[in-house]
């Protein structure tokens, strides 16, 4: 099946460094989600594109839908501590099976304070 | 609005035992889903519901049931709990193959 590729699997950053993880994919997406979650909640949608080259921000985090549609990045600049978290990518095609949103494994972060 | 409600948020299980897990959604969305979440596996799909009255399988259906009792509720069954199944269960609900929205969580563990 699909398969997405998240990198890196974890990371400790010196608060107030900007962060880069990625997604590549064998497949083409329609578009592509980025997730975070906190300890022991469920997933929380950070940014959607919708469109191949597609760059949109949120607040401190900045997200590109790659132009091959088969990876995505989400960078985040200026880490604090409450950026502790899980992030997951995912990419989704509609118009087709409802259950065609496939998950990243995740790239934990930790920020040194 | 309280968006994707799941009940209970803790669960212990003997092997054998069997239980329901609860899901809801107040967003009017069409299409819900079952995920678990595993150590270093990320979210896999266990079934969904596209719209009221119909299921589908996911990447991992085996050992589980599901229904979708209305267009608010998605309960997922298990009929006879193995430690296999000790995970995260998350639920999510969308509309028209758009971003899902992730209920908190119910933490189970089989002995």
């Known amino acids: 099946g699909q398969q997405l590729n998240q990198s890196p699997q974890s990371m400790f950053i010196q608060e107030g460094e900007d962060v880069s993880m990625n997604c590549t994919s064998s497949s083409i997406f329609n578009t592509w989600l980025w997730y975070k979650q906190d300890p022991g909640e469920g997933p929380v949608l950070l940014i959607a594109?919708?469109?191949?080259?597609e760059l949109t921000s949120n607040g401190r985090l900045t997200a590109q839908f790659g132009i091959t549609r088969k990876d995505s990045f989400l960078n985040i600049s200026a880490s604090i501590p409450s950026d502790v978290g899980i992030y997951f990518c995912a990419g989704l095609n509609y118009g087709g099976s409802q259950g065609n949103l496939i998950f990243g494994k995740g790239t934990k972060l930790s920020v040194k304070p | 609005n309280a968006g994707v409600t799941q009940t209970p948020k803790f669960q212990v299980l003997k092997t054998g035992q069997s239980m329901t897990l609860q899901c809801a959604q107040d967003?009017?969305?069409?299409?819900m889903y079952w995920y678990r979440q595993d150590p270093g596996m990320g979210l896999r799909l266990i079934y969904y519901s596209a719209s009221e009255g119909t299921t589908d399988k996911g990447e991992v259906p085996n050992g589980y049931n599901v229904s979708r009792l209305n267009k608010r509720e998605f309960s997922l069954r298990l009929e006879s709990a193995a430690p296999s199944q000790t995970s995260v269960y998350f639920c999510?609900?969308?509309?028209?193959?758009?971003?899902?929205?992730f209920g908190p969580g119910t933490r189970l563990t089989v002995t």
């Open positions: 999510a609900s969308n509309t028209g193959g758009l971003e899902q929205y």
């Open positions: 594109l919708y469109k191949a080259g």
């Open positions: 967003m009017n969305h069409n299409s």
